[in-house]
C-alpha cells in the first residue's frame, strides 16, 4: 500500500520560509496520483491548502495562501514539495500531504474526502 511521508516541517518566525517534502514509500511511484497538501491547527479542522494534478500541470491553493505558497513536484525523485513564504503566525499546524488515484486531466481537489493515502504529518509553527 502506498506510503507517504512528510518533511520540513520546523519552527519559523513571521515572515520566513519553509519547505515541505512528501515523499511516497520505496517500490511505488508518484506519477499517478493528484496530491494535496492539508493542514489542522490545534482545535481546528482540516483544511486544504494546495493541490497538484498527476502531471502537475495544474494546481489549486486556498485563497488564504495565494500568492504565498507555490507547490511543484518532481516525478523523477517521486517527491511533492510546499515551498512557504511569508509565513504567518496563522499559518501554524500540522502538515499533512495525501495521494488521490487520478489521471493527468484531473486537476486535484482541496477536500480531505478526496484523498486515499494520508502521510503521518509534519509540524510548522510560525512564532517569533
Known amino acids: 500500500q502506498l506510503q507517504l511521508v512528510e518533511s520540513g516541517g520546523g519552527l519559523v518566525q513571521p515572515g520566513g520560509s519553509l519547505r515541505l517534502s512528501c515523499a511516497a514509500s520505496s517500490g511505488f511511484t508518484l506519477d499517478y496520483y493528484a496530491i494535496g497538501w492539508f493542514r489542522q491547527a490545534p482545535g481546528k479542522e482540516r483544511e486544504g491548502v494546495s493541490c497538484?494534478?498527476?502531471?502537475?500541470?495544474?494546481?489549486k491553493y486556498a485563497d488564504s495562501v495565494k500568492g504565498r505558497f507555490t507547490i511543484s513536484r518532481d516525478n523523477a525523485k517521486n517527491t511533492v514539495y510546499l515551498q512557504m513564504n511569508s509565513l504567518k503566525p496563522e499559518d501554524t499546524g500540522v502538515y499533512y500531504c495525501a495521494a488521490e488515484a487520478a489521471g493527468p486531466d484531473y486537476s486535484g481537489s482541496l477536500g480531505a474526502m478526496d484523498y486515499d493515502y494520508w502521510g503521518q504529518g509534519t509540524q510548522v509553527t510560525v512564532s517569533s
Open positions: 497538484i494534478s498527476s502531471s502537475g500541470g495544474s494546481t
